[in-house]
């Protein structure tokens, strides 16, 4: 799963990174993004738009919206079965910047936790799917990132990875003329040989913090 990620990266650049118009809500770096957070994403009904939404999906049809809190995730093999991704899937794909996530590894008695990034330290974008809810006075647009199989490097800490997309493919997943099946085939894992994961400490743990002391690497 991905349950925390960063994005660091100033708005100025972002902006030309992924050729948009920036929102007019405020953008901050932050070391230690947590799922209920508003952040950053592209989304293929707007693409020449960044936008601000919540992580966790709230289905157009969800009576609750704390529902979002158990959909910050969707799996790659059966995003295109489940009632709900399925509609997202089809017409509300979309971008989320980052940095670099986090991932625990779970064999050690203690739970160590890695920062993962590219080697180029460029900033990248998960694959997610948007939907918008809403009811009575209150409308909630979110997200949710797209897990698959790990690459040889995350398979040593866990047994799945956020899809990092590669940035010629970028357009192509949110081109909303390419059938689910095209979509699909989009949804790999990110060559290992391209990334790199280092333990940090457990400042992470606790979403309250973030600062840069958080990416650092544990001595």
Not at 17 to 29: A, D, M, Q, S, T
Request: aromatic share 10%; with cysteine; glycine share 4%.
């Amino acid at each position: 799963m991905c349950g925390r990620f960063a994005l660091v990266t100033p708005v100025a650049e972002l902006k030309k990174r992924f050729n948009v118009k920036l929102p007019k809500g405020e953008i901050r770096p932050h070391y230690n993004n947590a799922p209920g957070q508003i952040m950053p994403v592209i989304e293929m009904e707007n693409p020449e738009q960044l936008s601000l939404f919540k992580w966790g999906l709230v289905p157009h049809w969800a009576y609750d919206p704390k529902i979002g809190y158990r959909m910050i995730n969707a799996r790659a093999e059966t995003v295109a079965e489940k009632p709900s991704f399925r509609s997202s899937l089809k017409k509300r794909r979309c971008l989320i910047p980052a940095d670099g996530f986090f991932e625990w590894d779970k064999k050690p008695v203690k739970h160590v936790p890695y920062f993962i990034k590219l080697k180029n330290n460029r900033t990248f974008a998960f694959a997610g799917l948007a939907a918008h809810w809403e009811k009575e006075n209150e409308k909630i647009d979110s997200f949710t990132i797209i897990t698959t199989e790990p690459n040889t490097l995350i398979g040593k800490i866990h047994n799945r990875m956020p899809v990092i997309l590669a940035q010629a493919d970028e357009k192509k997943w949110l081109d909303p003329i390419i059938s689910d099946a095209e979509a699909l085939k989009l949804l790999k894992p990110f060559p290992a040989k391209g990334m790199e994961a280092y333990p940090i400490s457990n400042l992470v743990n606790n979403p309250r913090n973030d600062s840069a002391a958080i990416i650092k690497p544990l001595k």
